[in-house]
DNA sequence: AATGAATGAGCCTTCATTCAT
DNA sequence: GATGAATGAAGGCTCATTCAT
């Protein structure tokens, strides 16, 4: 990614902390990955926990960009949602980012260390309060909603954030093919309609027979 | 939790790994939480792969009750539904089980070794069955979606996991009071209704007073 | 070998001994080559020393009869040493008797531990009385030669240790076929005449132009 | 021997694994014996076998060239003989080398090891090549003896090594002093007429005085 | 600015041994 | 008489780190 040996550093490093984590990750397979001197490592970061940080910290903000842009307050709700979710999917899988933006960061928030109360400040406060925000333009009255309103953001995010947390498990449940063949798009259509559907705000998801049908609907719920 | 010096072993195992990570755990330090001799794990398991397995065996076996409670196809969807999730949810929160099962099966799944094809069939398949199952009674047609309805499906774990996965995260965001407030009874009710009106079986979660806008919802669906 | 556990244990023991030494065989293996408990070694021996000392003492048990029946004095000379050259060559390749015994005094006298000395007393000794007395008997005065005639017996009993001590090397040297093509009759037949011819016993060895030959001879020496 | 780690450590470990073997030496004893960390030995070698490797390679550079010089084909053969006998033996003894470079080599040579085959190429098989030459000029026609003539060949090298192999025995036998009191010169000495008389190319061993039995003897003697 | 060499602490595993039954 | 369970010590090795250059 980067020519000089810092860089090259940061990105082998986060290449190896995402996939094997910060135990199972060496500096030694990192520098050599990198192709720098072992003292190197000392020498650009300090020790090795600095420079899990310094791999954080580029994670972050290379990666908060996309969502947000769904922050422009001038277009319809819905929209922004969609716009939303789009840039927490994208972000996922985007080609011109190294991969392991995302899976450090996952990582980290789902088993933080001590680095994660910046990363929370910095990369998911904002997320979550443009996510409320737009929740609240969606929806009124959801922020006042019990645990003001939180478990409805989680259960939006949540959808999105299994796409990359479980990722491993999808591919095996769905087949690999099958899995592989899910796109941004797709995804990003389905979890917007889901989440509206559940807020009222659009059809329900399952297909045809569900759009039409008052009738259907009376004679199924209880 | 167990008296003899196996299923000591197990138990400080299980939560030494599913905290700090396989790499993370050392077997020192199992070893002397379980109150046993270094040598010992090497005596009943092998080495500490094979621990890992057993732990990982103990805690599927644990688990997979309570959703699968659900199963009873006598009872009308919505209640299978609630049923299930109220269980997945149960399963992480259970005060008489381990609080390490659940968190040792989620690191599991994100970062699959290669004991993960085994939890999978053992564990994860038979869980994803039943929610297709309920799901289908549920919605005729949601087997026939897009990528064979799996979305939906993830759709509603999606949002169980999350609780399990994003803890510290969903702490830090709702603050400590807020977020240990919440029971299983809240969540179990709030997931169900959420995935429920998003399926087309019961009303928004935002409540009939945030229903007013019938016309812009015409005008957003698509 | 043995029905007894105690028997099958020092068999095992012995195998194991004089293949991979006293430090690179393990009690365990030994226990599962015998089939019996780990503790049984300690049970029936003491300790693993103890049962290395009990299987030096089976092996020269077994051992030491064969060159000792070129003892008798009533043969000719030429004869005894013969005689005890081949006992000595059949001990170490004896079908009726285990494979290890050899190997292990081998071992034993190449790197001695405290267990030598009595090895020593027992089994060595007599031999190089015999051989002694052979000697003199073969060529009087060769007991008073310097250092007490000593290297004229070394040279003879070498010849034989050769082919037990460095046996892989000839093989690698010989090839695998001719190597194993060598039989006892045939190396103690040239064992004998090389060390007979040395002592101004016999002819020299080399072939038929040696044989004849005085004639031969003269033109050969200086 | 050597100022650096690297050097130091192998001269350690070379002693280690002549006197205790691969098993029996522990790297522990090892590094604290060269004044070394630990982790200087994978550091430097990468393991322990490769040390061992590394202890071999120097035992064979330094030891190989003695005997060779008794190569020069314009010397008469039985003054090569003598020089390739007192080389060998004086490899054995020379104060200028470590004692372990034999000790190992021997070790390697009567239990092989993955690494025995590049001994015995680059030094046993020139030792070998060397002596089938000196005989075939003393003798002419030994190569054609049974087994390529292979055993005489044998029967010269083994009464050499008998001194380093059963180095220990022969104390034993002879007692400290008198075994202490054999040196070099005379050993190379007797080994040669030992086996030149056996060719039939000198004197019996045992002298004109031991001579009495005309009828057998004088067809052998000079 | 950057590195090859070296370090001590810790890793997981295996050792020979012993205990309680 | 014999064994399954357990032990402390030591095994070889790798760790993140630091030093002298």
Redesign the interface.
């Known amino acids: 990614m980067a020519d000089d040996a810092r860089g090259r550093l940061i990105d082998a490093a986060g290449r190896a902390f995402a996939e094997?984590?910060?135990?199972?990750a060496s500096v030694r397979d990192i520098c050599s990955d990198a192709g720098v001197n072992v003292a190197a490592i000392n020498y650009h970061f300090g020790d090795k926990q600095s420079l899990y940080v310094a791999c954080l910290e580029q994670a972050q903000c290379s990666e908060s960009q996309q969502p947000l842009r769904a922050a422009d307050p001038s277009l319809?709700p819905?929209a922004r949602l969609h716009g939303f979710i789009r840039g927490m999917l994208a972000a996922q899988g985007d080609p011109d980012r190294p991969l392991w933006h995302n899976a450090l960061m996952?990582r980290e928030?789902?088993?933080?260390t001590s680095a994660?109360?910046e990363v929370?400040k910095r990369y998911?406060?904002p997320l979550?309060e443009t996510l409320r925000e737009i929740l609240e333009q969606l929806?009124?009255?959801?922020s006042g909603?019990?645990?003001?309103g939180?478990?409805?953001g989680?259960?939006v995010?949540?959808?999105v954030?299994?796409?990359a947390?479980?990722r491993?498990?999808?591919r095996?449940?769905?087949g690999e093919a099958?899995h592989d063949?899910?796109d941004v798009d797709?995804?990003a259509d389905?979890?917007a309609?889901?989440?509206?559907?559940?807020?009222?705000?659009?059809?329900?998801?399952?297909?045809p027979?569900?759009a039409p049908?008052a009738g259907t609907?009376k004679t199924?719920?209880?």
């Open positions: 094997r984590g910060f135990e199972g319809p819905e996952l928030m789902a088993h933080p994660a109360a929370l998911i406060r979550a929806s009124p009255g959801v909603m019990p645990h003001d939180w478990p409805v989680f259960s995010v949540s959808q954030l299994f796409y947390v479980h491993p498990v999808a095996l449940l769905m099958e063949a899910l797709f995804l389905h979890i309609r889901f989440s509206l559907a559940a807020l009222g705000r659009g059809p329900a998801i399952v297909g027979s569900a049908s609907r199924v719920s209880r």
